[in-house]
């Protein structure tokens, strides 16, 4: 059963419309070629016209729709199966909010790293909601030193409404372990691509989101803080969760347009969760075309781009 | 039969005749109460005579008590904030900028400043947080950044003292990037082996303590500060439950592995040119 957000209703109407068009062909043996046609038409003209004008805020309810594919999702189909977890920071345990190891990506080795969101209620809380503790980003490092050790390109994913606030979080020194992440992962001499398939929520996402291209799918957010939480602070109210996602500028087109991110990979016309498969195929791509660009750049050059990239962001007079 | 019998009813002074008490003239400790004269205050350097509360001080304060003779030289003094965004919440950024310049005397939350310490060199970026916060935005990253080249240059050490709530969020993605751009320079800092030592202060919370603050060849902090990721709030509200005694503080932090030392402010120079002696010696 698939879940439709309120505008995505229209879409929902049209697809009603058609399953129901298709059973009367069925039943009655009347030809309704036609008319599947003509409302096929019409519901791909309505998802044009619903998707082309999204609002920023409905852009981060899309990054958050439950359909739309996690962390695992991707990995297995760019790797094709091939991908094999690995699990533990070596030194207090093993965190479900991020998971990570190697896989083929059409026969070659790649370390893939993310934060997991869960697919159902119980899954959802295995897997911490997607907020990573201290050992999830020690963990992901210890994996991202791997794969420099044995010289394979690394690819992080991102999707987190932020790294976990709890008592044991700050006990074992969250702030420390995504310092740390982001300094090391400045200096990683293989290549480094970050894509954010969900939500980049602050530092929480930054912990795994150093790398030589950073890129937001299209129905995607990045920002310093949900809008949400910033409307919580700055409006002392959450009722303005709308107007403080347009402030934050946090949207694919929004981001790369202050070249905070360098590129948005463009989602399937009726988004990530509507057409999953071509999602994949289109992630798969762009990295793999990505990584033999990089590849061809001496590491240490790659590391002062990396680096000079990030000094360049900022506005001051 | 009473001892004292008032002759004239209530108060007979004229307004004008009035003298108000100096402001600034008299300080009274928030944690005990005990009141001092300004001046024995600075003595102390802003530290409770009695019960050793640190009060939360400036950049210009922390540069006069680590300075050689109070002399420095400061860089990038006239950096100030632009409006990315055209950020607007119940006001408007530029406006939250201007007022608090006017109120503040200062340009944005940190001032770069660079001299001797007992003779040895060290550049110090120090937060203020009376400017929105200490909070961290372009501005404080490109600071930073320059103060790294200056100690590169000047084959300095390098200090932050952080006193900051975190990232700015008027300035959102800009804000959050600063945390990337000045661990990358830290990287180059550590290439040419000069020390960089990390002084948290009350307090260090957010996207400062989640890069920069905690990155130091040392980290150490004053004493009782708060340091943390989550604001303490935040972190009640996700428990469900009060938080235990002493949590986040700087004590709290030491004992959990991410502090090399606490150092009460009256010793801080001391300390500082010890550490920086055996980082060099």
């Given at each position: 059963m698939s879940t439709y957000l309120d505008f995505e209703e229209p879409i929902k109407e049209l697809e009603e419309q058609i399953a129901q068009t298709k059973q009367i062909g069925l039943t009655t043996e009347v030809d309704m070629t036609e008319q599947v046609k003509k409302l096929q038409e019409k519901l791909?003209?309505?998802?044009?016209?619903?998707?082309?004008?999204?609002t920023p805020w409905q852009r981060v309810q899309l990054s958050r729709h439950p359909d739309r594919p996690y962390t695992l999702a991707y990995i297995n189909a760019i790797s094709d199966g091939t991908f094999q977890e690995l699990h533990g920071d070596r030194s207090v345990k093993d965190d479900k909010a991020m998971i990570g190891g190697f896989g083929l990506l059409d026969g070659k080795s790649v370390m893939f790293i993310g934060q997991q969101k869960g697919i159902n209620t119980k899954m959802r809380q295995y897997r911490n909601f997607g907020m990573a503790n201290p050992e999830g980003y020690r963990k992901a490092l210890r994996l991202m030193k791997l794969a420099e050790k044995f010289d394979k390109p690394i690819v992080t994913i991102i999707d987190t409404p932020g790294a976990f606030p709890g008592l044991e979080a700050e006990e074992r020194g969250q702030g420390e372990a995504i310092a740390r992440n982001i300094y090391e992962m400045m200096r990683l001499k293989v290549p480094v691509i970050c894509i954010v398939i969900g939500e980049g929520a602050s530092g929480g996402a930054l912990?795994?989101?150093v790398g030589d291209k950073v890129v937001m799918l299209e129905n995607t957010w990045y920002s310093v803080i949900s809008p949400e939480s910033c409307s919580s602070i700055l409006w002392r109210s959450w009722d303005f969760k709308e107007k403080a996602a347009e402030a934050?500028?946090?949207?694919?087109?929004?981001?790369?347009?202050?070249?905070?991110?360098?590129?948005?990979?463009q989602e399937p016309i009726n988004g990530a969760?509507?057409?999953q498969e071509d999602m994949f195929e289109i992630t798969k791509q762009y990295i793999k075309k990505t990584i033999t660009e990089l590849e061809k750049i001496k590491p240490d050059i790659r590391i002062n781009d990396r680096i000079d990239k990030f000094c360049k962001m900022g506005v001051w007079k | 039969m009473s001892w004292f019998k008032r002759n004239k009813e209530g108060i007979t002074t004229t307004t004008s005749e009035k003298k108000e008490t100096p402001e600034g003239l008299w300080h009274k400790c928030p944690n005990c109460k005990t009141v001092f004269t300004q001046a024995d205050f600075i003595k102390t350097n802003y530290v409770c005579d009695r019960c050793s509360y640190h009060e939360r001080i400036g950049s210009e304060e922390y540069f006069q008590i680590l300075f050689d003779k109070g002399d420095?030289?400061?860089?990038?003094?006239?950096l100030t904030s632009g409006d990315p965004l055209n950020f607007e919440d119940t006001k408007k950024y530029t406006d939250r900028i201007a007022a608090s310049q006017k109120s503040t005397g200062l340009k944005d939350a940190v001032r770069t400043g660079y001299g001797k310490v007992d003779g040895l060199d060290l550049v110090i970026c120090c937060m203020d947080f009376a400017f929105v916060g200490g909070s961290l935005g372009s501005v404080m990253g490109e600071k930073m950044a320059r103060g790294i080249d200056k100690a590169i240059e000047l084959k300095a050490a390098f200090m932050i003292i952080s006193k900051s709530g975190g990232a700015r969020m008027m300035e959102a993605g800009y804000s959050l990037m600063q945390m990337a751009k000045v661990s990358g320079k830290l990287g180059q800092l550590s290439e040419h082996k000069l020390p960089y030592i990390s002084f948290l202060t009350d307090p260090t919370t957010g996207g400062v303590t989640a890069s920069f603050a905690m990155l130091g060849d040392i980290n150490i902090?004053?004493?009782?500060?708060?340091?943390g990721f989550a604001g303490p709030r935040v972190v009640k509200e996700t428990i469900g439950r009060d938080l235990p005694e002493g949590f986040q503080t700087s004590e709290f932090v030491l004992e959990h592995g991410f502090l090399d030392y606490i150092v009460e402010r009256s010793e801080l120079k001391k300390t500082i040119a010890l550490s920086l002696r055996l980082f060099k010696n």
């Open positions: 791909d003209l309505k998802t044009k016209e619903i998707f082309s004008n999204l912990g795994i989101g934050l500028k946090l949207t694919s087109t929004d981001m790369k347009g202050l070249n905070l991110v360098d590129e948005v990979i969760h509507r057409s | 420095y030289t400061e860089i990038d003094a006239n902090a004053e004493p009782k500060a708060l340091i």
